[in-house]
Nanobody
Framework: QVHLVESGGGLAQPGGSLRLSCVASGSIFSFNGMGWYRQAPGKERELVARILSGGSTNYADSVKGRFTISSENAKNTVSLQMNSLKPEDTAVYYC?????????WGQGTQVTVSS
């Protein structure tokens, strides 16, 4: 059984920063990739950023240059540093882990950007 636990969400002002972290526990020997998705009210869940086991990264165009994803493979942890936050970044952020053909999700953490 694999569990993902996110932390670090909350309220930030426009232009501010937040850091999200996700720790994966369970029978994990190696993973294909970990990433962050988000879902705003009334919208579909969308990819924010992901990092593959080899270290390559992908970002949504809307967050490039503002968000940075990183991982500590030995600790099965992925983090998302979010800078220059905008109100449109407001959403529930979900951690995702891909293990072979299996995809696991965290419970989500709320990020609200408002003055």
């Amino acid at each position: 059984q694999v569990h993902l636990v996110e932390s670090g969400g909350g309220l930030a002002q426009p232009g501010g920063s937040l850091r999200l972290s996700c720790v994966a526990s369970g029978s994990i020997f190696s993973f294909n990739g970990m990433g962050w998705y988000r879902q705003a009210p009334g919208k579909e869940r969308e990819l924010v950023a992901r990092i593959l086991s080899g270290g390559s990264t992908n970002y949504a165009d809307s967050v490039k240059g503002r968000f940075t994803i990183s991982s500590e493979n030995a600790k099965n942890t992925v983090s998302l540093q979010m800078n220059s936050l905008k109100p449109e970044d407001t959403a529930v952020y979900y951690c995702q882990l891909v293990l072979g053909v299996f995809v696991y999700w965290g419970q989500g953490t709320q990020v609200t950007v408002s003055s």
